[in-house]
């Protein structure tokens, strides 16, 4: 395994931010699911019209497009710091929504911001983070956004005993808002991008041409059997953890009657475990390479996911639920770390925009309508076993047709750390 973290006093400076930003993220983008059967019947929505809903508010991950791919021209700081503070706002306005429309139309906008400070951070850790140390950080970042679930699980239980509802869990998710704010001057732009942006002012006070920037540059040569190998990989990758998450609660409290406390222990069991396992998985990429720790991540995380909507019994539901979180969380370091080693500076957070927010959020978007719908015939957990075993074909895609991109391929490795083509 990778040895532990170490950080510049550049990455320290910054990384209480990152990850306070990475926290909420976490809480506002879970809460809907833990939040699901409950805001269900205070609407009183059927479990289809519940799927429909999900899949509504999935398409704003789709309009993060245009946010994330913004950090290529604005910097990755502003488009960050922004999309905390507007995923901030649309949390609190959601505590107060008096019907399901306005609901569904905060949190379209909310999965706007929430997805344009998940991709811009990644963005940031591997631009400001070298290939010894990026899997860990990467993992680390997205240990705390599965740490923000945990918070949610140990409200849910004092907020329901105290007579408090699904909306009060939204009032805190505004919280990050007021300390980002304050300590939004310890995130500077990354290296990275104000030596391209550098090296574009010296080209234009040379009078040389200046390059408009490609909106389908990553799908140019030499990046196009990238771009769709990656926008596959992430749609399939979506099946496996929005599947697992999205119906998790919905299908233990609905088929299996468990009680706000019962969801509460496998809440607080999936990220205290969850937690351990990402960041296993993070040091993974590191030591065993890319491609070998997607094989085990993707595999691990597809059986559990599977086990965890067939089986019936207490514990070994939360015992599988438990593996399956970790793993289907780390879903996301994969595509992540690969999205953005294969690209250089130029056209990372494009690319990413693209292959993630614009067709591998798809995945998301049609995983809740794919469940309910097949939920008709095969009941709610079987229907959702079938799309958290999807990732199995993530997997044979990148062993099939991407190259190793960590410490193994260097040439690789020097061209995402920001030399331009």
């Known amino acids: 395994m990778a040895n532990k973290l170490k950080m510049t006093p550049r990455q320290k400076a910054m990384w209480p931010i990152l990850i306070l930003g990475a926290f909420f993220e976490g809480f506002d983008d879970a809460l809907i699911n833990i939040a699901l059967p409950y805001i269900k019947a205070d609407f009183e929505m059927t479990t289809q019209m519940s799927g429909y809903a999900l899949t509504i508010i999935a398409f704003g991950t789709m309009v993060a497009f245009f946010v994330s791919r913004m950090a290529d021209s604005m910097g990755r700081r502003k488009i960050f710091l922004t999309s905390v503070y507007m995923y901030s706002i649309c949390s609190l306005v959601t505590a107060f929504a008096p019907t399901v429309e306005v609901f569904i139309l905060c949190q379209f906008v909310a999965r706007i911001f929430l997805i344009g400070c998940w991709s811009v951070g990644y963005v940031i850790l591997c631009e400001e983070f070298d290939a010894e140390n990026r899997g860990n950080a990467v993992g680390k970042f997205q240990l705390t956004a599965v740490f923000g679930a945990l918070l949610i699980g140990v409200l849910l239980p004092v907020f329901a005993s105290a007579g408090l509802s699904w909306r009060a869990l939204y009032v805190v998710g505004a919280v990050p808002i007021i300390p980002v704010f304050l300590m939004r001057k310890r995130l500077p732009e990354t290296n990275a991008f104000l030596e391209l942006q550098q090296a574009r002012e010296e080209a234009k006070k040379a009078g040389k041409p200046q390059k408009k920037e490609d909106f389908f540059g990553p799908w140019r040569n030499p990046y196009t059997k990238y771009m769709v190998v990656m926008c596959l990989v992430w749609v399939f990758l979506y099946f496996g953890v929005k599947g697992t998450l ?73 015992l599988c639920s438990v593996v399956a979180s970790g793993f289907a969380n780390s879903f996301l370091i994969v595509g992540s770390t690969l999205t953005n080693e294969l690209f250089p500076t130029e056209v990372r957070a494009n690319a990413m925009a693209w292959s993630n927010n614009i067709v591998g959020r798809l995945g998301q978007i049609l995983v809740p309508t794919f469940v309910t719908t097949l939920a008709v015939w095969l009941g ?34 020097s061209q995402s750390a920001g030399v331009s083509h």
């Open 246 to 318: 999205n119906f998790f609660s919905l299908r233990v409290v609905e088929e299996l009657s468990w009680t706000p406390n019962m969801v509460s222990i496998a809440l607080v069991a999936q990220t205290l475990t969850g937690m351990l396992l990402i960041a296993l998985n993070g040091k993974l990429l590191d030591a065993a390479g890319r491609k070998k720790a997607a094989a085990i991540i993707i595999t691990v995380g597809c059986v559990f996911s599977v086990l965890t909507f067939t089986m019936k019994n207490f514990y070994a539901v939360l």
């Open 380 to 413: 709610l957990g079987n229907a959702a076993a079938v799309a958290v075993a999807l990732p199995i074909v993530s997997l044979i895609l990148i062993l099939v047709f991407l190259p190793e991109t960590g410490l193994k391929n260097k040439k690789v490795d």
